[in-house]
């Protein structure tokens, strides 16, 4: 079955009471039960939902994976994925990962005995180097957040599954219309559906998908005991937004290209950052592990002044946090969405007061560029 069948349909049976086409939302809090131990599957929303069981089989099914779960935002999602480690684990975590990752890691978990190194995940040298006796995880993202760096998954997951370690992409870049870590042999994918999955702005939602059945059950307690799940109604949300997730994705593509291209011959423009330019360092690597390119850039204007003028002059494309809508978002990761990081931090890896994330939407690209064109004549 192709992608584009297995989004519309993929989890999603006609309604056996009504023969609704649609997965009704299930707003109930509660389920009958005939007798003691009998059921029809479902007897408390918080452990399970009939609308939210769908979701979970959907996304399993485009990850190409068993199962899925879902979660009331991608950091309540990233927050179970971290339970499963305990008092005195380490893990290794990509060094320019999405600053809400850093927050949770160094400010909420590291208070309970967990600790985390950020390296340079593109150099699986460094990744080896950074396991050590206590390691039991290692977590990437790629492309990254915000400067779209990629690491090779499939070395990622041969040196996790030769030290034993527990290997979690981040896919929420990518999507599974671009990339499915778990068939380079990753224990455990993740999304913030509240991006590209969904694609219209509207909701909050996080998404786990896995193969191994221990991870599973480790992972579905964890989901049933901590509770931060997915409402009924953000579930069914996610499954509309699901259906158009490869026509989308193909139009946030083929636009990324075009503007990555005008931005990397404005004078104006220091550095763009997008795996699909042959500048990109890795670019050979995304060409061999993704089927496109995806709708992220970032670019460097050199400095806060020029970055903040730009943001102030632009008028199609919004300045707000998040991505993936089918409008474009811009914002500035500095002082936005990698603001936890001290300066320091930041320009270790590279998140500096100039740079600016473009969140590429499906509008007509012309006028995208032209935007963007007014915007940086005003620098």
């Known amino acids: 079955m192709g992608f584009s069948t297995k989004a519309v349909h993929s989890g999603i049976e006609a309604d056996p009471s009504t023969g609704s086409l649609m997965t009704p939302i299930h707003l109930t809090s509660t389920y009958l039960q005939s007798e003691i131990g009998k059921h029809k599957g479902y007897v408390y929303s918080r452990v399970a939902n009939p609308t939210r069981t769908v979701l979970e089989k959907s996304i399993a099914s485009l990850e190409n994976g068993k199962e899925g779960l879902a979660f009331a935002s991608g950091m309540a999602a ?4 971290f339970h499963l480690l305990k008092a005195g684990d380490h893990a290794v975590i990509s060094r320019n990962v999405y600053g809400g990752t850093f927050r949770v890691a160094k400010f909420v978990l590291e208070n309970f005995s967990l600790h ?13 180097d950074a396991v050590r006796a206590e390691t039991r995880m290692v977590f990437v993202e ?29 896919n929420t870049f990518a999507t599974p219309y671009l990339q499915n870590p778990l068939d380079f042999g990753i224990d455990i994918v993740l999304h913030s559906a509240t991006k590209y999955l969904n694609g219209h702005s509207d909701m909050l939602g996080g998404l786990v998908v896995l193969n191994d059945p221990k991870l599973t059950e480790r992972l579905r307690f964890i989901q049933k005991s ?25 139009r946030h593509d083929a636009n990324a290209i075009e503007v990555a291209a005008f931005l990397n011959t404005n004078r104006k423009v220091k550095k763009v950052n997008y795996p699909g330019l042959a500048s990109h360092p890795q670019h050979y690597l995304a060409q061999k592990q993704m089927r496109g390119f995806g709708g992220m850039i970032s670019f460097d204007l050199g400095s806060f002044e020029k970055a903040k003028k730009l943001l102030k002059s632009v ?21 936005m969405t990698h603001a936890a990081l001290s300066p320091e931090e930041r320009q270790r890896v590279g998140v500096t007061d100039g740079l600016v994330r473009i969140s590429v939407g499906i509008e ?16």
């Open 226 to 250: 901590v509770g931060g799940i997915l409402s009924p109604f953000e579930a069914w949300m996610c499954l509309r937004g699901i259906k158009t997730l490869a026509v989308r994705m193909a």
């Open 364 to 379: 007509d690209v012309e006028d995208i560029i032209e935007d963007l064109k007014q915007a940086l004549a005003k620098v």
């Open 78 to 81: 990233e927050t179970a994925v």
């Open 315 to 335: 008028r199609l494309c919004a300045l707000a946090e998040s991505l993936g809508g089918v409008e474009t978002l811009i914002s500035h990761p500095a002082t």
């Open 142 to 170: 790629s492309p990254t957040n915000p400067t779209m760096e990629i690491t090779d998954l499939r070395a990622v997951a041969k040196l996790c599954k030769a030290r034993k370690l527990i290997s979690v992409v981040d």
């Open 116 to 128: 985390f190194d950020f390296v340079d995940s593109t150099d699986i040298g460094v990744l080896k």
